[in-house]
């Protein structure tokens, strides 16, 4: 069965950093493109970054230079690492494959939710 299950979400202050983890089972992620994307309260979803099979990242601008997308081939994991957050970071992130379309035909977390907050 094909499953993607996000974790590594919490509370934090403003400024500090959180690392999520999106682990596959009953696919390799290392050839398939994943992306990252949250969804805020009353807000749509937004992608955040995406890392393609070939190793090619993109961020969105709001987190450039904060966020860094990563990939353990040996691990079948794909990383998130946050950093300066800040309250607008705050939303339930999913990972999302085998594209960074972000659409219903891609697999989906269940998500984990970031909130930064004093």
């Known amino acids: 069965q094909l499953q993607l299950v996000e974790s590594g979400g919490g509370l934090v202050q403003p400024g500090g950093s959180l690392r999520l983890s999106c682990a596959a089972s009953?696919?390799?992620?290392?050839?398939?493109?994943v992306g990252w994307f949250r969804q805020a309260p009353g807000k749509e979803r937004e992608g955040v970054s995406c890392?393609?099979?070939?190793?090619?990242?993109y961020y969105a601008d709001s987190v450039k230079g904060r966020f860094t997308i990563s990939r353990d081939n040996a691990k079948n994991m794909v990383y998130l690492q946050m950093n300066s957050l800040k309250p607008e970071d705050t939303a339930v992130y999913y990972c999302?494959?085998?594209?960074?379309?972000?659409?219903?035909?891609?697999?989906w977390g269940q998500g984990t939710q970031v909130t930064v907050s004093s």
């Open positions: 999302a494959a085998p594209t960074c379309s972000g659409t219903l035909n891609d697999y």
């Open positions: 009953g696919f390799t992620l290392n050839i398939n493109d």
């Open positions: 890392i393609t099979s070939d190793g090619t990242k």
